[in-house]
C-alpha cells in the first residue's frame, strides 16, 4: 500500500513538474521561465541523490540556485560562484525542485534533487 501511494505520487510530481515551474515563475514575478528549449541540457546538479551539498557541473550561465520542496515553498537560494559547494544540510529529507536561473532573472532549467 505505501509503495503504491509512494508510485503514485512521484508520477503525479513528474507530470507537475512543468507546472511547478510555472506556477513558481508566477509566484514570484522577478522570474520568468525561459523560451530557450536546449539551453540548460548542458547543466546538471549533482551528487543526486545528495546528503550535504550539491554542485553545478557548468556555473557560468547560472547566477541564481533556488531550491523549492514539492509544495513550491522556497527553502533556499544561492548566488553562484563556480566550483562551489552549495550547504544542504539543513533540508529535511525528501525531493526538491532546483531552479537554476541566468543573469536576466529567466529560469535556464529546473530539475528534480533528492536529499537523503
Do not use: C, W
Amino acid at each position: 500500500m505505501k509503495k503504491g501511494i509512494l508510485f503514485i505520487f512521484f508520477n503525479f510530481l513528474l507530470i507537475s513538474v512543468g507546472y511547478s515551474q510555472l506556477a513558481v515563475a508566477q509566484s514570484n514575478p522577478a522570474i520568468t521561465t525561459t523560451s530557450k528549449v536546449n539551453k540548460g541540457d548542458h547543466l546538471k546538479v549533482f551528487p543526486n541523490p545528495a546528503t550535504q551539498y550539491i554542485q553545478l557541473n557548468n556555473a557560468k550561465d547560472v547566477d541564481h540556485i533556488v531550491i523549492y520542496n514539492v509544495v513550491g515553498r522556497r527553502m533556499k537560494s544561492y548566488k553562484v560562484t563556480e566550483g562551489k559547494k552549495y550547504d544542504i544540510n539543513s533540508l529535511p529529507v525528501g525531493m526538491y525542485l532546483v531552479q537554476l536561473v541566468d543573469h536576466n532573472k529567466k529560469v535556464i532549467t529546473t530539475q528534480r534533487l533528492s536529499k537523503r
